[in-house]
């Protein structure tokens, strides 16, 4: 299995940044997707920015020019620097991978538990 676990949440006033990181761990073959998505209290979860292994990005158009995402390759981690957070930035941030176990051909998304992110004055 894969596990991903998150840390950098936290709470912020509006204006400033925050990092969010992840790791991934387990029985990894490899990892081809890794990305956000966030779930805002009452609406649903929602697409926050996505990398490959190649470095190609794709983003959400609410995020795009106040977040950036990366990823390094050997530590199977990605992260993602928020600048210029808004309140409703506020949401819970989860990590995804699209990833492969060793012995196993086939992909599986897999989830870390979320960390919270709260913009507020």
């Known amino acids: 299995q894969v596990q991903l676990v998150e840390s950098g949440g936290g709470l912020v006033q509006p204006g400033g940044s925050l990092r969010l990181s992840c790791a991934a761990s387990?029985?990894?073959?490899?990892?081809?997707?890794m990305g956000w998505y966030r779930q805002a209290p009452g609406k649903q979860r929602e697409l926050v920015a996505l990398?490959?292994?190649?470095?190609?990005?794709n983003s959400a158009d609410a995020v795009k020019g106040r977040f950036t995402i990366s990823r390094d390759n050997a530590k199977n981690m990605v992260f993602l620097q928020m600048d210029r957070l808004k309140p409703e930035d506020t949401a819970v941030y989860y990590c995804?991978?699209?990833?492969?176990?060793?012995?196993?051909?086939?992909?599986?998304?897999?989830w870390g538990r979320g960390t919270q992110v709260a913009v507020s004055s």
């Open positions: 990398i490959n292994s190649g470095g190609t990005t």
């Open positions: 387990g029985s990894i073959s490899s990892i081809n997707v």
């Open positions: 995804t991978a699209l990833a492969r176990i060793s012995g196993r051909y086939s992909w599986e998304n897999y």
